[in-house]
């Protein structure tokens, strides 16, 4: 628990900004309080509170923005915009980071480097260079005690979700996993050969497509031999980012505006490919990571975040896609609850009827107006509004296709996502349906089929001859029926106390009927009293049971 009597300068430096903007629910938990449910600042608060908090709390407002199945719209806007503006660190601390990653001298590694860099982020900073036998290359260096801060913060970070862990939201929404989903995202950024494998097997997955001209698009080549934990040496691309590129003149002679239509293509297909095919996907599209080349092709850059979603995720969205098209309230219902990786009680009918209105309003609305992202990101916060978890990846894949589909409409106003893969749909559907080797598909179900058939008389005698020698067993587990025996079991109970008692009551009341003797009376009045008081301990039981109320 936080104490504003013993805390490290780095909580203090925490406490004072939560103060300073005005984050009423998170004071009372940094100072020891106990809080219920948490109250988020508005969503220009926190944009500022994470800011004023420095590059590692950046980090996690941008992870944040990925996750439309936990935060309102205002706030995943806001939290979109998120860029860690820090300042380049100077050469001198710079240099000494590259000779202790270089396994020989910087000299005989490097013909020359650029001092200034041409991009400072919050993890690292990005160096043009030149090596020794010409080629051009980009060095991507981590900031020097970055490690340090980040370790200190994670500490933080554990401690605040054990407290909100506490709470009804943080037991909803696992605050605790959140935690930890973010602190491995933060190592992971701090291993560049993380980023390096990722770049690489995002280039061979691009190699080849049958949607797009795989010559057109360029991921930059990893040099292995310079390359450690803090140091990523990778090919040098010459070019500007997309919404940067001048498009005024034509280009090789054809028109600008039928160049702009081939690169929206160009790049919704290969995401498109990403996204449904290899299941390995660019998961921050944004206009800097997209770059026009001197010589006409696309590339993709900073492969640091990447999202994976497995062939089951994979069939659900291409559904989930169709049942937006078709503005089908009910199918969407059966696909959230096949995505969501929680078992809690869901209402399906309200479920159902907040879809029902959320594709209301779509309703005679022309494909080429609707922003499918927007709508997307309407199904998953319809998800949590009814307290259903869907798995992390699926906030990765919503970001990404808002973020290609903003890219896309501010390069290109024509564009219309469903238009752009409306081609692929089918081949889509015929790849799950048969597979990438149709023919080895239909030979392993041959093999199954035949395997059934010869298998099924067995079984069937199996089951019959266990039916004719009355051996046949059922075991049938009904989930709280062992509630409802109990219910009965007491029911029962009381139903025979009570005879019980009114047998006592007649008892005493033929005794007392007839010509009175001592014994008789005594008997009598002894039966009144223990039938009084079984008859009032049954009352009594009932009543705090809470039976009678309706």
Known sequence: MFSLRKITSR???????????????????????????????????????LVDLGPVYIKLGQLLSTRPDLLPPAYINALSTLQAEVPAVPWEHIEPVIRQQLKQPLEETFSSINAKPVAAGSIAQTHKAILVDGREVALKVQRPGIDAIIAQDIIL?????ELVARTDFGETYDVISLAEEFINALKAELDFTIEANYTDQLRQNLSKSKWFDPQQLVVPEIHWPLTTEKLLVMEWLNGVPLLSADFSTPDNGKDPSVKRQEITTLLFRAFFQQLYIDGFFHADPHPGNLFYLADGRMALIDCGMMGRLDPKSQQILTEMLLAIVDLDAQRCTQLTLQLSDSFQAVNLSQLENDYSRMLRKYFNVSLSQINFSEVLYEVLQTARNNKIRVPSNLGLYAKAIANLEGVGRTFNPDVNLFQEVQPLIGDLFRRQLLGDKPLELALRTALDLKSLTLQSPRYIQFLLERLSSENLKLNITIPELHLMRRSLDDSANRLSFSIVVGALIVGAAIISSNPQTAQLSLLSNILFGVASFLGLWLVISILRSGRLRG
């Open 11 to 49: 909580q203090r430096e925490i406490v004072e900004v939560v103060f300073r903007n005005g984050w009423d629910y998170m004071r009372v938990l940094l100072t020891g309080g106990k809080a219920d449910e948490p109250k988020l600042p508005t969503p220009a608060v926190l944009r500022n509170i």
């Open 157 to 161: 970070i554990k401690t605040l979700a």
